[in-house]
């Protein structure tokens, strides 16, 4: 009788213990999902800086503008107008040219033509553009637009929607200079 309450009590303590060492072991099991949890969370957000600070190519949906422009009409105004469209449509990269736009970008002019962070810029200029293709597309259309504005002054306007634009230059990352996390 004596072994049969030691086997009972042996018994009963190894199921205490098997209990304890399964919600030890659950508990690890949701610490690790919290942390791959975390862990995506971080690639996705860094995924996001980049692509948002123009550091890494990019692609997807978009439009491919082509400006025609043989009389050299085109002014400073036109581009900063076409990118401030562009941005209000909801683009999410930008490349005039074989230069990725950011948003220390800046468009100048003289009557040598217009220029892009200081280079000269030459006609045909290239937009390509990635964001919701009919959205994008209408908002360079509209009356009074960029595309009509262009063309008013002479220039030849194309917009093809594209399935996959892809935008390979990517912009220099600069040290902050002012800026501080909070």
């Known amino acids: 009788m004596v072994l049969l309450e030691e ?5 009963e303590a190894l199921r205490a213990e098997r209990a304890q060492l399964l919600s030890e072991l659950s508990e690890l099991e949701d610490e690790a999902t919290q942390r791959q949890a975390a862990l995506d969370a971080a690639i996705k957000a860094r995924e996001l800086a980049e ?13 491919v503008m082509t400006v025609l422009d043989q009389h050299k009409a085109l002014s400073t105004t036109n581009f900063v107008m076409t990118l401030g469209e562009l941005r209000n449509a909801g683009a999410e990269a930008v490349a005039l040219n074989g230069v990725r736009l950011t948003m220390r ?8 033509g ?17 964001g919701e293709p009919d959205t ?6 509209i ?4 595309a009509a504005q262009m063309r008013a002054k002479g220039a030849e306007v194309t917009i093809r929607r ?3 634009v892809t935008i390979s230059p990517v912009a220099q990352a600069i040290e902050p200079r002012w800026a501080k996390v909070q």
């Open 7 to 11: 086997l009972t009590s042996k018994e």
């Open 51 to 63: 692509i948002n600070a123009a550091l890494v190519p990019v692609e997807g949906p978009g439009v």
């Open 105 to 112: 970008s800046s468009f100048t002019s003289d009557a040598n």
């Open 114 to 130: 217009v220029y892009l962070d200081g280079k000269p810029l030459t006609s045909p200029f290239r937009w390509e553009v990635i």
């Open 136 to 141: 994008i597309a209408t908002a360079l259309e």
């Open 143 to 146: 009356q009074a637009g960029s």
């Open 162 to 164: 594209e399935n996959t």
